[in-house]
């Protein structure tokens, strides 16, 4: 299996423009997972979906931010429009099961976002 | 606010040293679990650890949750430079398979 797989790597944009992130998860996995990554919060859950639905986006921090899973392999993360502040590595997580897991989660490699 | 404090924040050691990092939550967690993370890299999965008093180890690396299920610490035996990266633990507080992470430390090992 190739993993997570995340696109793109980096991303450089302009304030104001829309920036959308994907993420395709491990083949039967059905838990997803959209986290953040910056050096003043370190890792923060933004938002995780179980077979395909949203089940908790307490961490999505403003309306400019959301999130969708239309089908088991596929979701994004979209930021319209983006601001300086959300420069930071995004990350997309898979998990096979619900529950307390042995196996953990498998992280992508993350995006990095940069907005000038 | 923050509800897993790791420490230390950073540590550099010399090679063949060992090292201790700790991972510590004011609640009762349900499953504790450490990652590593490379610089420009995702975080990979190291061990879980759910029972109270449980350790696992994996090559150089043994990792303990306590009783009562507040605090875990990961070791580290006779360093390497490959071991070098930032440490995360990562709690289930919910049982509903849902993590949230220490700020986690950065290891620096000097050859």
């Known amino acids: 299996d190739a993993g997570v797989i995340q696109s793109p790597r980096h991303e450089v944009t302009e304030m104001g423009q829309e920036v959308t992130l994907r993420c395709k998860p491990i083949?039967?996995?059905?838990?997803l997972f959209w986290y953040r990554q910056t050096m003043m919060r370190g890792l923060e859950l933004l938002i995780y979906f179980n077979n395909n639905v949203p089940i908790d986006d307490s961490g999505m921090p403003e309306d400019r931010f959301s999130a969708k899973m239309p089908n088991a392999s596929f979701s994004t993360l979209k930021i319209q429009p983006s601001e300086p502040r959300d420069s930071a590595v995004y990350f997309c997580?898979?998990?096979?099961?619900?529950?307390?897991?042995?196996?953990?989660?498998?992280f992508g490699s993350g995006t990095r976002l940069t907005v000038v | 606010s923050q509800e897993l404090e790791q420490s230390p924040q950073s540590l550099i050691v010399q090679e063949g040293k060992n090292l201790t990092i700790n991972c510590t939550s004011s609640?009762?967690?349900?499953?504790l679990y450490w990652y590593k993370q490379k610089y420009g890299e995702g975080l990979i999965f190291l061990m879980m650890?759910?029972?109270?008093?449980e350790e696992k180890s994996h090559e150089k690396i043994t990792a303990k949750l306590d009783e009562k299920k507040q605090q875990s610490s990961l070791h580290i035996t006779a360093s390497q430079p490959s071991h070098a990266g930032i440490y995360l633990c990562g709690a289930d507080r919910t049982g509903a398979n849902n993590l949230f992470f220490g700020t986690g430390t950065r290891l620096t090992v000097i050859p």
């Open positions: 997580a898979s998990s096979p099961n619900t529950g307390p897991t042995p196996y953990g989660y498998t």
């Open positions: 083949s039967g996995h059905n838990s």
């Open positions: 609640k009762t967690l349900y499953g």
């Open positions: 650890l759910q029972k109270g008093g």
